[in-house]
């Protein structure tokens, strides 16, 4: 019933296997569930980031626009200069080559999802920042 | 520190009223995040809808693709001519002009967010579609 060539993905958080940093010390985990890299998709990146107590998401920045929602715990984001305090239900768009990352200082674990308009998530360059967090 | 002339977002749902459908026996209720009328973003628009038990969201299509993830709850999903149940951590890519729509027949509230890569909710055409759920 659609003219659509794209098939639809139909999947769960538990078919992905959680990616890590290399930095072995901090322990934030991600997974891409649209957008991967055996995507069928196309136009959106969609996934999963957990922030374990102590945890950071270091300063970065790239081109592309991203969403973040805030599904679980609390922390704080970094965007350009600012420290902004974020709790579930908090939502944020991220200007392309804005310097972002985020912390989890609480004692409970900060769970967040991102979005990209890209078919790829790899199509996403990302580039470190010099900036503290 | 960014070349991009959009603002960052920093919101929270709080912030947000909750839209219903005119049918008033459907509790289905939705906010419109990011990509909302007064916007003052691009690209993405994202946002989270709430089915208590019982409700439904009325089968359609429009041409766009769209992603679920669901939050929390249990449910079903129509795509196409197919039932699949959902649960806390499903993921779906919604290929566009694929009839779609959900059910909570569940006792507690099935909650999910959505996102299409527009600049606007409201560039996305909704066609109601005559299909039983």
Redesign the interface.
Known sequence: ????C?????????DYTWQYLSDSENQLRWKT??GGPEA?????S?G?CELPPGARLPPHHHAE?E?Y?V?EGNGE?L???KI?PV?S???????????HGARNDSEATLTL?W???VDRWSDVAYHGAERDL
Chains 1, 2 share one sequence.
């Open positions: 019933m659609s003219d659509n794209f098939a639809p993905l139909v999947a769960h958080l538990a569930l649209v069928t998709t196309k136009g959106m969609f999963i626009d969403v929602y599904v984001v965007l350009d200069d902004v709790t239900g908090s939502v944020l768009f991220v200007p392309g080559n804005l310097v999802v979005m990209f308009a």
